[in-house]
């Protein structure tokens, strides 16, 4: 198989496949964690739990403070991140392309250069994060198999689509084919791993948020 | 009533019930506990490790150990072995480790003498982690297997033969009740049948704080309300809460109720306790599988309400500089934050916050039943630092709070530390700045 059969194996049925196992996965996980339950609570209420709840899903995406004070570094490492990533991934015109011709919407792509920079800002936070989480004791403590595996299934597709889209090293087929590989994989271990919090935190975060408005605590 | 629990529990004294037979019990309640919430909440954590940060436990001693999501291991890997795909494979396969008796006992120590259940750490995870929800849910699994600390099988022993998790008997009470009688000049109301208000104690406030009995009887009394103490029932704490124990957690609870019912109050006055609180306002009614007859308000709810209606009539004010020690299950369990302020501010000037009060106060380092493990004393005390240092920041001569194991847990750590602060409960300072009687 030369390069361009691989390329078009690996967006092909490769991609189909790991779709379906990413949507099914996480509709399984999603359904598997609400279908526990929760018993009903008989305690008089002191508040609502639905505004609590909701409210919380969003507040919880600032640190308090004496959290930032106590541990900048992972905060301020955490929202590089994230905020490179999703613009990495939802704002380079070649993924708005993707997006469209699937879902048929559209939305205005960044300049090249500043999604360029937010790669390479990603790739770099990234690198950071495996470095503080190794010399940290508290995170080193905390992190097993799972958490380097994470690590390096989200480095991978970033690190690839970079070198794609800028011809480095490997012909551009090659290169693509292994960028499409490791979003594949990306898509493939996400319903598995603590990749899921990308969802699963809506749920805890408005569960412990409709807790504390019951009681009637400000969240 | 599972009183077997209640003799075979203690590690050491574990001669009754096979170890194998205790663990499988065990299992089988961690499996019973693990519901929607917590399978969302282990999905999500991501091993930030910034619930250490939010923890007193790990942050005077910096022991990775005590970081709360860790507090949880056993529970999870049970989470992951028996819902999730790859847990379950592993396990099938024979891949996975399982959780063993050991290894339990080796958390004892986690779940109970560094968790006093202050709940700090819930608020704090950015992917939204209930966690203390979790370690109170898990203390079910420790103790069924049998590894609740012994002073908390002690407590919880004492509280369902004898009444009180300190022994304290009706006489007890009795005597102190003659003895705030004689001071006040008043009547303490004892089985009045229709009273607005039944009033409980925590043991420690009949035995150390009577005060806090005198302060009730002299603020009813200006106030004009009726209320009744009941012989049957005046012990507040709960024990079976904190060791984990749902069935004699109700068991507890039920004399209350009971007492309430008999006596056909309106409502029962939760005392200057956190966990008290905790156990009556919100585990209570589902404890029992009904909703109370009768309502349950904190002490410091109900003399807000006075206030706010004309019926708390106050003089004088206290010049000292002081600042109010939030217990933790008020604020973080029942959003009780603005009440002390506004009392306090009726009888003192120069008040003083600490630097993370109100939602995001820190524990005194007691609470949950820490504060009766003998073997923890020596942790408490260093996680005491936290709040020890919270306190030098400010420079005050006098510390209020309302809850009396609050209480009792930092006039210890301010004994250790060789601190000079005078500590009062906010119910006795506010009565002793009542109007006089005309
Ligand atoms: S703060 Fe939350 S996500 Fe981070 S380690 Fe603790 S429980 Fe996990
Ligand atoms: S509830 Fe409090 S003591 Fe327990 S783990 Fe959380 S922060 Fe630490």
């Known amino acids: 198989m030369n390069s361009v059969d691989f390329l078009q194996w690996v967006r092909g049925p490769a991609f189909d496949a790991a779709v379906v196992i990413f949507v099914l996965g996480v509709i399984f996980r999603l359904f598997g964690i609400l279908m526990l339950g929760k018993k009903p609570d008989l305690a008089e209420p002191r508040g609502g739990e639905w505004g609590p709840g909701l409210r919380t899903v969003l507040s919880r995406s600032l640190p308090d403070r004496g959290t930032f004070r106590r541990e900048p570094v992972t905060v301020v490492a955490g929202y590089v991140f994230h905020i490179g990533f999703f613009i990495t991934l939802f704002l380079s015109a070649p993924h708005i392309e993707l997006f469209h011709a699937w879902f048929g919407l559209r939305w205005p792509a960044l300049p090249t250069p500043l999604v360029d920079a937010s790669a390479v800002i990603t790739l770099l936070a990234l690198v950071f994060l495996l470095a503080y989480r190794l010399a940290n004791p508290v995170r080193r403590f905390l992190s097993g198999f799972e958490d380097y595996f994470v690590w390096g299934v989200t480095l991978l597709p970033v690190l690839t689509g970079y070198l794609a889209y800028h011809h480095l090293r490997l012909p551009y087929h090659a290169l693509l084919a292994l960028h499409i590989l490791a979003v594949e994989l990306l898509l493939v271990a996400f319903p598995f791993t603590h990749l899921m919090h990308t969802f699963t935190l809506f749920v805890a975060r408005w569960y412990n948020g409709a807790a504390s408005g019951r009681r009637g605590v400000v969240s | ?438």
Not at chain 2, 35 to 57: E, M, N, T, W
Not at chain 2, 112 to 135: A, E, F, Q
Not at chain 2, 219 to 234: D, P
Not at chain 2, 332 to 347: A, C, I, N
Request: charged share 25%; glycine share 8%.
């Open chain 2, 1 to 438: 009533m599972n009183t077997q629990a209640l003799t075979d529990t203690a590690p050491g004294t574990a001669a009754v019930a096979p170890r194998g037979a205790s663990l499988e019990r065990g299992r089988h309640a961690f499996l019973e506990e693990i519901d929607a919430p917590i399978a969302s909440f282990f999905s999500s954590c991501v091993r930030c490790g910034l619930c250490a940060h939010a923890c007193l436990f790990y942050t005077e001693t910096e022991d990775p150990r005590y970081t709360p999501i860790h507090k949880l291991e056993p529970l999870r890997r049970m989470w992951r072995q028996e819902y999730t795909f790859w847990g379950k494979l592993a396990k099938r396969v024979g891949l996975a480790k399982p959780v063993t008796d050991d290894e339990l006992a080796a958390w004892s120590e986690l779940v109970y003498d560094s968790c006093t259940l202050c709940g700090r750490c819930s608020r704090v995870c950015p992917v939204g982690n209930d966690i203390v929800y979790m370690v109170r849910r898990m203390r079910e699994g420790m103790a069924a297997a049998g590894h609740a600390p012994a002073g908390l099988v002690r407590a919880t022993r004492n509280a369902i033969l004898n009444g009180s998790p300190m022994g304290v008997k009706l006489v007890t009470l009795e005597a102190q009740i003659r003895h705030v009688e004689k001071e006040t000049g008043l009547t303490v109301p004892l089985d009045q049948v229709g009273a607005e208000y039944l009033a409980i104690f925590s043991s420690m406030e009949i035995v150390n704080y009577p005060e806090y009995i005198a302060a009730l009887t002299r603020i009813f009394e200006q106030a004009g309300v009726t209320w009744t103490i009941s012989s049957e029932a005046f012990e507040a704490t709960n024990a079976g809460i904190q060791i984990g124990q749902s069935d004699l957690a109700a068991e507890l609870l039920s004399r209350i109720v009971k007492a309430a019912e008999k006596l056909k109050v309106k409502t029962v006055i939760s005392p200057e306790c956190g966990h008290a609180y905790l156990a009556l306002r919100w585990e209570g009614p589902n404890l029992l599988k009904r909703a109370y007859p009768f309502q349950v308000k904190h002490i410091l709810e109900l003399l807000d309400e006075l206030r706010a209606a004309g019926k708390l009539r106050l003089r004088d004010s206290e010049d000292s500089r002081l600042t109010f020690h939030d217990p933790c299950q008020l604020v973080r369990q029942g959003g009780v934050v603005q009440e002390p302020r506004t009392l306090l501010k009726l009888v003192a000037s120069d008040i003083v916050e600490m630097n993370e009060t109100g939602v995001m106060n820190w524990c005194c380092g007691g609470g949950g039943g820490v504060s009766a493990i003998e073997r923890a004393e020596n942790l408490r005390l260093k996680a005491f630092r936290r709040k020890k240092t919270q306190l030098d920041e400010l420079g005050v001569e006098m510390l209020v709070t309302a809850c009396a194991n609050c209480r009792v847990v930092l006039e210890e750590g301010v004994d250790a530390y060789n601190m000079e602060l005078p500590m009062v409960g906010l119910t006795e300072l506010l009565a002793e700045h009542l109007e006089e009687r005309p």
